[in-house]
């Protein structure tokens, strides 16, 4: 049958009814976007002609992997989405140059210490090199942003993340920073070097990639907010240019211009990096999504 089917006027009273077109209360933008959705969802059960078995199947696998919806997001690609929507609307505002943006990820815990100067984000014992990163934070003309603070965390060498490690081997604020910087707009931090991650053996998001045909796994890499008076927060990451995955990240969050190679000497590794800002043109450019995360 052809997707006209969901035209007929059955289903688009159905639609209007189920999405109170015709009720005095509700959210009207909220009514909007869930009619165009359960049409989207009505319009793709009629082109692949889908059982109610499957059908069912699916409405199952939603309902047991709601714990994991924030890793299924990155690894469909939708949180990468969001990335290059938001790039084309600014570059449509002129609002271009900077260090570009990509994922935040589901890993953040608000509330890690705030310290001052050269930090170091390793509480644990992880036995594997150790990463030194240094830079700057710049303007648009490349001056110094005064007064930033940089937001930072990672995995350990296992690829886990502190309060999200199964292993419970890891203290609440492992790998994890705010570092205040200076007038000079000048940070450097040392840490354990992480490694890459994967998504929990047989968890939700596992499974999907599997029936996919695809794997769970990121390359190594650090992420950063960048928040400064005066400047628009930035979320970024950077990942090794030289890790395996660094060309086939499942969560889309690789990027040209955010691949750095560490220079491996020893057991130490280095990364040069300087961010560049875009100045905030509003006040509400300053500030983070409204994303609920983690605070600890
Ligand atoms: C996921 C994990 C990450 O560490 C990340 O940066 C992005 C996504 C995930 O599990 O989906
Ligand atoms: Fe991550």
Do not use: C
């Not at 690894?75 to 943006?101: C, N, Q, S, V």
């Not at 014992?125 to 990672?154: F, N, Q």
């Not at 000079?184 to 998001?205: C, H, I, L």
């Not at 960048?226 to 086939?248: S, V």
């Amino acid at each position: 049958m052809n997707t006209d089917f969901v035209k007929t006027e059955a289903v688009q009273t159905l639609l209007d009814r189920a999405t109170g077109k015709d009720a005095e209360g509700g959210n009207p933008r909220l009514k909007a976007i869930t009619r165009d959705l359960l049409e989207a969802v009505m319009e793709t059960i009629v082109k692949h002609d889908i059982s109610e078995s499957e059908f069912w199947q699916a409405v199952n696998f939603l309902q047991q992997s709601a714990g994991e919806f924030g890793l299924i997001v990155p690894g469909t690609g939708i949180e990468h989405f969001l990335d290059l929507y938001m790039d084309a609307k600014d570059a449509e505002a002129g609002l271009t140059g900077g260090t570009p943006r990509t994922i935040e990820g589901p890993l953040y815990v608000a509330g890690a210490p705030l310290v001052e100067g050269e930090a170091d984000l390793s509480v644990d014992p992880d036995d594997t090199d150790t990463l030194y990163m240094s830079g700057k934070v710049v303007g648009p003309d490349g001056e110094p942003v005064k007064d930033a603070i940089v937001h930072v965390w990672h995995a350990n060498s296992k690829g886990w993340y502190s309060h999200f490690d199964p292993t419970g081997e890891q203290t609440p604020f492992n790998n994890r920073r705010r570092i205040k910087l200076g007038p000079d707009g000048q940070y450097s931090f040392r840490s354990k070097m992480p490694n890459g991650y994967s998504v929990p053996p047989e968890g939700a998001t596992d499974k999907l990639m599997q029936a996919l045909g695809r794997h769970g796994n990121r390359p190594a890499h650090v992420h950063f907010f960048i928040e400064a008076p005066g400047y628009r927060t930035l979320t970024t990451q950077i990942n090794f240019g030289d890790d395996p995955f660094a060309a086939d990240d499942f969560a889309f969050g690789t990027r040209e211009g955010l691949l750095p190679v560490p220079n491996r000497q020893g057991d130490s590794a280095y990364i040069g990096f300087d961010f560049q800002l875009q100045r905030a043109k509003a006040e509400a450019e300053q500030a983070f999504s409204s994303r609920q995360r983690l605070e600890a």
